[in-house]
């Protein structure tokens, strides 16, 4: 069974019709890259899995999304958990206005957790799988705005790793980032690829090729072309996807 | 985590949302409906007392019966009065906050004093309008001191709006212009004040309304307790529709039968601060719709 | 070619006109503090005893000064000895005018009154604890008694004095006390009770209601400010006072709860709008970090977006209080008015805006209590400065700290 399936999704902000019919499957323990031209949907689509497009008024879905075979949009779902199931991780570093300790301690807070030393242990660890323990051990209490830019986006990847997810969605993670700590994110995502099934949003190439196993290319709400990274950047199916690959497009 | 445990913390972070949202909107259908509450009751109460000889009469019998005639016609002349003073002043003041000051500092001491001015409590104004414009000036209890506190007492409401107005107009319009080798008050009058002028005029109207309703800067400076005729220049007293309302409410020769004349004047009063608001708010749905269309 | 010349002229003379109307709220701001420090400062160099009057004691009588409680308590007999006051064991005789015809006969004094001045000397000079409030003009330069010297008002005595009755005989009681508390303790009470609601409409408005209905209370509550505060006082004083005279079976409903419930409902628009605007400021970015991590729209609200906006909220309140301090109408047609130290809302209160509005029309131009009255309008004035000057301060570093 795949981990996420999507069925015949549409999604309408309003009257504009901003993903069209897209069916496709992503397994287990696979990073999958969503690429195509800025404002083609890869955002939106990213954005069903956790139903973050629920927070826009007037956005309309049809189809179904299926995350461990379970229909996500089916009528008494409960959001909050699927959540906790399906972490984000956002284009900018964003951050709580609290402590180092406190933010990623915050999933497990508001879910409910009160054992102290339950969350100081899986604080400690998340820290320790997104590669930022040995920077901020000393600093925990410090606010997590101290923290470089790059920090931060690991910050809040250690605050999604937290509430120990199965999959993770990042939406362009490194985009704001300087080239080393764009590697560390890289780094980061091939190691998290052994316990999570992560979806991420990229423009950049080279990235997707270096971090993917499988790509998607999708264009003005479509999905154009899926299918593994080595067989996509070597030899694509369609002359549409070559020619955005390659850099031979408008 | 158990899903038997997480199923039960869902259900109370569930439960617990749900009684915050109901008291947040109870809340503010409370709010809502004290507003309605204030508007209907004064309009259940004094619409049969409005009648046409009701705002063209003068009052008789001690203000018991007849009009309020001289309370309207006066809080017209102050409404007038005052915005013949802070209107030209006020917009001149927003243009050159906004387009002349260059200087950081300067523009943050001056919005800063705006502001100020802004939260200066009304009764203060009375006692500086009487000090001022009464006294010192010597233009004793009539329309001109009135009209000069109230008019004072609205400049930073002007002001803002002003300001307000021009930073929401786009820089390329005023580039284009000089582009075009237009001066800087050219451009400003022809190009960004045109295009600011709707939110201008809402702002305006706006302010209108709070001088239509103000009485602590008019108890010393104009405001008669009863003057049965018309004002012939600016140095006259008048009657005005708030300060009327406080007279009739607590201080008139006989409350109990000057109350339905008091519910009449709170109405008239309303009225006059609705037709304003609504006003105010077609005018910026209107100018909204029209630049939509351009 | 001339023209160029004119037009830049012209240019720069509107420049300069613009740049005057620019700083006319300066402008403003500063007369108004010199004009209301001019009328009331003359308060602190005056006595207290009536104007062209004079307290006299016998000669043998060592008290040179009495300051204006003393006075006041001499005279309603609280204090009876000379003991009391720092002077001889010996009862004290309160001495008016009008006495003096109980002593000397109308022959005696004088058809016009010629003798008059005599016969107050002699009076003072054969009661040894007399103590005689009379006009100055009646003392003449060979008067066998002693004129106490007037004690000025301090402003420690005008603060802290209990007691306000500014046209009392023979000396004024200028103790603001019961109207500075009297005012702040309705300001509270209205921000005690507004804060919740206000706070909870703005969060309603900002975070949990659609666009719809947010287009249907937005004006709504700019209507509720626009309101004028005669009316509110209007409708409080028909409706609100009757009610908490029933409810709570009170001798009278004008108390200092119902201009707390009456200016609670004015300084709502105030507080929603300030409140709603902060929590708006909350980035959409960090609201979306908390839902991903499965809080629950609520946990977001009050763990994230409260936090986040907290200065905002603040100055909200702060203002909300300023608007309260500085209202007059409103309060001074429910609050009963009575210049007593509070001690329960279910009691009559004076605030400071109201004593204005009550007594400023009553009171003689440059007369002492006039000049109280500008002292008291000074004191508002410097709330409010300082009210603003806060919110000012609070949101500038928070702007500051956010950037
Ligand atoms: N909240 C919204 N309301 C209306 N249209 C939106 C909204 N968000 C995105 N869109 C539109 O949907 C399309 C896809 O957006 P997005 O998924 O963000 O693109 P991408 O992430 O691929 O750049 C764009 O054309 C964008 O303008
Ligand atoms: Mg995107």
Redesign the pocket.
Known sequence: MAKIETLDANLF??D?H?LKNISMQMEENTVTALI?P???????YLRLFNRMNDL?DSTRITGQILVDGEDIYRKNINVDELRIKVGMVFQKPNPFPKSIFENVAYGLRVNGEKNKSYIEDKVVQSLKQSALWNEVSDKLTKSAFELSGGQQQRLCIARALAISPSVILMDEPASALDPLSTAKIEELIHELKKEYTIVI?THNMQQASRVSDYTAF?YLGELVEYGQTVEIFTKPKLKHTENYITGRFG | MISEKRTKIEKSKKRSEQIAFGIFRAMSILVVGILFFILGFIVVKGISVISWDFITKMPEDGMTKGGIYPAIIGTFCLIGGSILFSFPIGVMSGIYINEYATNGKLVRFIRLMTNNLAGIPSIVFGLFGMSLFVNTLGFGDSIIAGSLTLGLMTLPVVIRTTEEALKSVDNSFRHGSYALGASKLQTIRRVTLPIAYPNIITGLILSIGRVSGETAPILFTVAAYFLPKLPHSIFDQVMALPYHLYVLATSGTNIEESRPMAYGTALVLIMIVLILNLLANALRRYFSKKVKMN | MPKPFYKKLFEKIIEGILALSGSITSLAVLLIVIFLFKEGLGLFNRSPISEGYVLAVNKSNPISKIDANLVKQIFDQEITNWEKVGGKKDSIILFHLDDINSIYTEAQIGENLENLPTCISNVVDSIGGIVAFVPKSYIKSDFKGKVIEPVNITPKEFLLGKEWYPTAEPSAQMGILPILLGTLWVSLGAILLSLPLGLAVAIYMAEIANARVRNIFKPIIELLAGIPSVIYGFFGLVVIVPLIQTVFNLPVGETALAGSIILAIMALPTIITIAEDSLRTTPRSMKEASLALGASRWQTIYRIVIPYSISGITAAAILGIGRAIGETMAVLMVTGNAAVMPHSFLEPVRTIPATIAAELGESPKDGLHYQALFILGSILFIMTLIINLTVEYISSRNKLGKR
Request: aromatic share 20%.
């Open positions: 902000y309003g504009f901003a195509g800025s404002g083609c949907g890869k955002s939106t826009i949003v999708f």
